[in-house]
Structures are given as structure tokens and as C-alpha cells.
């Protein structure tokens, strides 16, 4: 059976030693970062911060190591990548109830207040408090259609905050479409649900696409939704706290720096401004927080699984012969991509590094590798490229194509929708149809028993 909310996540990762709390006193503008990058360096649990200066808890850390992942979807290392395909191909969908516990307490007006809730500043550098683990929950004005993203939110005062939206993200897309038709753009930003809603965020999908049925796909029953109370949207029943707002059409405010997934602070610039026009949580809500920074983090882990299931899916319906993709976290999980597969013609490994390099996800590095080479391991892909590789045959440069988000290598003078990068594709598959060197390992080495290794 899935998750049924946020808080029996929590305690399913407290049964298995992975949520501990912490009830000394923190600071939320300086502890938090420290406390969550130690943990991750060391795959330790998530922390529940009862002592915040709040009256609210704060859990973060609970998509920081990849056996929280499998918790959330109740899997192991045989069937994750299955299952999650399995999800994305049989959606279901959504059920609107007509209360939820969501709304135990609704806010509006002068009763809104967002700093009461335990916000962290996780970088020195950060220009202030920032939800990093909301979902934002819009829809395409035009055609109706729902999408669940996360997207980065600094507050700016008790009902007023900014956030970052790219232009080719599907948030970024419907604001542009509200422009366009001169319109108001609502939106609302959840924070604490069933994980596998948070791992559906990720995944790499068409624009008209319905979240909310893949959600119920990878959960395998339907995401009950209830609608907003001031915006026309439908929310999950069951979140901890929902920050409904409206998009200001004529103002915009300075948003960041923050301490991004690529490993450095993205300056500050203009940003769309945004009002709360309510705020509805659970009678004693529980707030989350996320690190992102330099890898690995939170960040990091939370989209490595949703991104290779959905894009190893989109690429072998191409070429059915690739066994496995590799989007490792040290590339932010998005500018390096490995991909094992076993050519059925000359060309057909490069045509596949193509594909992936015309995926949304941007990769600046494409590598391809023989079946044999783990991909996983980066010192297996580093042998296959040292020695399956001519540079001057088997490396190649695609110039001036979409540059990837927020890579601090690009010019940044330039306009989000203006930025460009390049690409580069290495074929480390052996020669197609061509006699190469045998591979001199030692045969039977993982079956025979070293009696002494194993004491």
C-alpha cells in the first residue's frame, strides 16, 4: 500500500533507524545547512528540529540518501527502476474529496503571516529565508492541464515572496502563457506529502502531461486532491501546510543569491513578485526543508531516480538495445549523463548520445559505453574512455544548443530564454563489427571464496 501522507513516511523512516530528533535548541539561519551536509556526507538519517525558535517542527533530510528512496518507494535496487517505469506507463487518476486535512486551518488576509513558519537561510551567501522542498502546483491557462514542480522561494515578507522559474520548465511556460493572455497567475505551493509526489516531480515528461495521474501511476492508487480556497487549483488533501498565491503582473523584486544544485550561488536578479492570498495547514503542521548546494545533497538524490527511469524509458523506445542510463549526482543530475548500450549498427551509440543531448534535462557531457562497463562506477566509465576512446574520431562538439539551467560556466548577462552552451558526445563503445582486445580479468573472481576477506 502507498504512503498515505506525509507523516506515515516519517515514520516508516524512523522504524528503520533513518529519522532522528533533534531537541536542542537551532539556529535556523545559520545550523541547518551545517547539521544536513554533515549528514549527508556520512548517509546519516533525517533530523526533525523541535527546537527551531518556531512553534512548528522542521524535518529535512528525508530524500538524502538513496535507501530513503527506495523507502519512499517501497523497492529495492532489483525492481526501483521498474517500478517507477511501470508507474509512468499506467497512470491513474486523481479523486477530489471535498475536505482535506489541509485545511484543519485556513489564513487569509491580515492573518497571514508565512515567517511563523520554521524557514531556513542554508548558504552564508543566500539573500534570505528559502522554501526549497515546496512543490508548486499550477496549471496551463490555456489548456487546463495540472503540473507539480519544485521551484525555489524566498521570502520576502509575511504574505510576499520570489522565485525562479525557467523558461522551458512548465511553471515558467504557464506564467509566460498568463502574459500572453493577459491574465493573473495563481499557483500554490505544498509542502509536506507522500514522497513519491516529490519524486514525481522529477520525472522528465511532455508538457501535456497530467502530474497528478503519473503521481497516482508511481503510487499505484489515485492522489486525492481537494480544491483551494482562493485560487482555482485542487491541492493534495492530505500536505501539512499550503501557501496558496496570485502572481503579480506589473512588479517584480530582487530574488537570491542561492546556493544551487550546481555546487555554486547564482547571483541575484529580478524575479516575479508573488502575494499569498491564503495560507491552510493541518491543526499542528510539520514544515520541511531541503539543502542544495555543491553535490551530493538532498537535492541530488531526490532526482537521480526519476530522472534515469524517465529518461531511460523515452530512449530506448529509440533505441531498444540500452541497457542502462547513469545521471550521476556529481553532475548536478543533469549535466553528465552515461549511457550503456549494446549497438545493433555502426553510428547507432552516437545517434543515442543525439537523443540524450537533445533531452530537456541539457546534458553538457554524453558518454556511451559498452554493456560490460557499469555505469555507475566512474572508474569503469573512465577505463572505457581511456582505452575504447580516439578522440579524434569517437569526441565530438554540438555548438550553440539551449544552455543547461543555471550553469555558472555560461555567460549570465544574458536572458534566461537567450543562454546557449555546447555538448559533447564520446562513443567509448568498442568498434562496431571489429575484432578488440579481450578484456583481461580474472574469470570466477565474484563466485570463489576468499575465506580470509570474509571473517
Known amino acids: 500500500m502507498p504512503y498515505q501522507d506525509f507523516r506515515q513516511f516519517l515514520d516508516a523512516l524512523r522504524q528503520h533507524g533513518e529519522l532522528v530528533d533533534i531537541g536542542r535548541p537551532v539556529d535556523l539561519k545559520t545550523d541547518i545547512g551545517k547539521t544536513m551536509k554533515q549528514a549527508y556526507v556520512h548517509q546519516g538519517p533525517a533530523f526533525v528540529f523541535t527546537n527551531n525558535g518556531t512553534e512548528f517542527p522542521l524535518v529535512a533530510g528525508?530524500?538524502?540518501?538513496?535507501?530513503?528512496?527506495?523507502?519512499?518507494?517501497?523497492?529495492?535496487?532489483?525492481?526501483?527502476?521498474?517500478?517507477?517505469?511501470?508507474?509512468?506507463?499506467?497512470?491513474?487518476?486523481?479523486?477530489?474529496?471535498?475536505?482535506?486535512?489541509?485545511?484543519?486551518?485556513?489564513?487569509?488576509?491580515?492573518?497571514?503571516?508565512?515567517?511563523?513558519?520554521?524557514?531556513?537561510?542554508?548558504?552564508?551567501?543566500?539573500?534570505?529565508?528559502?522554501?526549497?522542498?515546496?512543490?508548486?502546483?499550477?496549471?496551463?491557462?490555456?489548456?487546463?492541464?495540472?503540473d507539480i514542480g519544485h521551484y525555489r522561494?524566498?521570502?520576502?515578507?509575511?504574505?510576499?515572496?520570489?522565485?525562479?522559474?525557467?523558461?522551458?520548465?512548465?511553471?515558467?511556460?504557464?506564467?509566460?502563457?498568463?502574459?500572453?493572455?493577459?491574465?493573473?497567475?495563481?499557483?500554490?505551493?505544498?509542502?509536506?506529502?507522500?514522497?513519491?509526489?516529490?519524486?514525481?516531480?522529477?520525472?522528465?515528461?511532455?508538457?501535456?502531461?497530467?502530474?497528478?495521474?503519473?503521481?497516482?501511476?508511481?503510487?499505484?492508487?489515485?492522489?486525492?486532491?481537494?480544491?483551494?480556497?482562493?485560487?482555482?487549483?485542487?491541492?493534495?488533501?492530505?500536505?501539512?501546510?499550503?501557501?496558496?498565491?496570485?502572481?503579480?503582473?506589473?512588479?517584480?523584486?530582487?530574488?537570491?543569491?542561492?546556493?544551487?544544485?550546481?555546487?555554486?550561488?547564482?547571483?541575484?536578479?529580478?524575479?516575479?513578485?508573488?502575494?499569498?492570498t491564503a495560507v491552510t495547514h493541518r491543526r499542528k503542521p510539520i514544515f520541511q526543508g531541503l539543502l542544495t548546494g555543491k553535490p551530493v545533497t538532498e537535492n541530488h538524490i531526490l532526482k537521480e531516480i526519476p530522472f534515469e527511469a524517465s529518461i531511460t524509458r523515452d530512449l530506448k523506445r529509440q533505441f531498444p538495445t540500452i541497457e542502462r542510463v547513469a545521471i550521476p549526482p556529481s553532475g548536478g543530475v543533469s549535466f553528465y549523463t552515461v549511457i550503456a548500450i549494446r549497438p545493433r549498427y555502426e553510428g547507432e551509440a552516437r545517434q543515442a548520445i543525439l537523443a540524450a543531448i537533445a533531452g530537456n534535462t541539457r546534458p553538457k557531457w554524453v558518454i556511451a559505453v559498452d554493456p560490460d562497463i557499469n555505469v555507475y562506477e566512474s572508474a569503469e566509465v573512465e577505463w572505457a574512455m581511456c582505452f575504447r576512446v580516439q578522440p579524434d574520431k569517437d569526441v565530438f562538439v554540438i555548438p550553440h544548443i539551449p544552455a543547461g539551467p543555471l550553469d555558472p560556466s555560461i555567460d549570465e548577462t544574458a536572458q534566461l530564454t537567450a543562454r546557449t552552451s555546447a555538448a559533447v558526445g564520446i562513443d567509448a563503445t568498442m568498434p562496431f563489427g571489429k575484432k578488440f582486445a579481450d578484456v583481461a580479468d580474472v574469470p570466477g573472481w565474484q563466485e570463489y571464496v576468499v575465506p580470509e576477506l570474509t571473517r
Not at 527502476?81 to 488576509?109: F, M, R, S, Y
Open 62 to 146: 528525508v530524500y538524502s540518501t538513496r535507501k530513503k528512496a527506495l523507502l519512499a518507494f517501497e523497492a529495492t535496487e532489483e525492481t526501483i527502476l521498474d517500478k517507477v517505469v511501470h508507474g509512468l506507463e499506467n497512470p491513474i487518476a486523481p479523486k477530489v474529496v471535498n475536505a482535506g486535512v489541509c485545511q484543519e486551518v485556513v489564513l487569509t488576509g491580515d492573518d497571514i503571516d508565512i515567517t511563523r513558519f520554521p524557514i531556513p537561510i542554508y548558504s552564508p551567501k543566500d539573500g534570505g529565508p528559502y522554501i526549497t522542498a515546496g512543490i508548486i502546483v499550477s496549471k496551463d491557462p490555456e489548456t487546463g492541464i495540472p
Open 153 to 276: 522561494v524566498q521570502i520576502l515578507g509575511k504574505n510576499t515572496f520570489s522565485f525562479l522559474a525557467q523558461p522551458f520548465h512548465r511553471f515558467g511556460k504557464h506564467l509566460a502563457k498568463y502574459r500572453k493572455l493577459g491574465k493573473t497567475a495563481q499557483a500554490a505551493i505544498v509542502i509536506g506529502v507522500d514522497p513519491v509526489l516529490a519524486y514525481t516531480c522529477q520525472a522528465q515528461l511532455p508538457d501535456n502531461t497530467n502530474d497528478w495521474e503519473i503521481a497516482g501511476g508511481l503510487r499505484g492508487a489515485p492522489v486525492e486532491l481537494v480544491r483551494c480556497k482562493t485560487v482555482e487549483l485542487e491541492v493534495p488533501a492530505t500536505a501539512e501546510v499550503v501557501i496558496e498565491f496570485e502572481v503579480d503582473p506589473t512588479r517584480k523584486a530582487v530574488e537570491g543569491p542561492l546556493g544551487e544544485y550546481t555546487g555554486y550561488y547564482t547571483p541575484a536578479s529580478e524575479k516575479p513578485l508573488a502575494h499569498i
